[in-house]
Nanobody, 124 residues
Framework: HVQLVESGGGSVPAGGSLRLDCSASGFTFGAVCMAWFRQAPGRQREAVATIDVDGTTRYADSLKARFTISTDHSWGTRGTLFLQMNRLKPEDTAMYYC????????????????WGQGTQVTVS
């Protein structure tokens, strides 16, 4: 079955870096869109970065200078999605979620249906 498991969260000082990992299984990499979302307390969930089936990456405008999404290119039924976060700020504090879904004919859908359990990032 499809499974996403995030890891790599933690507490860091402002200006520090973290890399989040999302171990994915149960689907063929390259056939699904994948993304990182985050949700801070009292705020709506927001998309951080996405990677399309052709490898095209997209970022929230406010984050693209500091965050990088990538995969390990294990184009089988297991692989890892990464989010490298640099120059972290206190406002980056949130629960970060990995998500995946099969694309629509028009491209990646905005509403993902497969989610991990989340990993907490705290920047002080």
């Amino acid at each position: 079955h499809v499974q996403l498991v995030e890891s790599g969260g933690g507490s860091v000082p402002a200006g520090g870096s973290l890399r989040l990992d999302c171990s994915a299984s149960g689907f063929t990499f390259g056939a699904v869109c994948m993304a990182w979302f985050r949700q801070a307390p009292g705020r709506q969930r927001e998309a951080v970065a996405t990677i399309d089936v052709d490898g095209t990456t997209r970022y929230a405008d406010s984050l693209k200078a500091r965050f990088t999404i990538s995969t390990d290119h294990s184009w089988g039924t297991r692989g890892t999605l990464f989010l490298q976060m640099n120059r972290l700020k206190p406002e980056d504090t949130a629960m970060y979620y990995c998500a995946a879904d099969w694309p629509l004919n028009s491209g990646c859908r905005p509403d993902y249906n497969i989610w991990g359990q989340g990993t907490q990032v705290t920047v002080s």
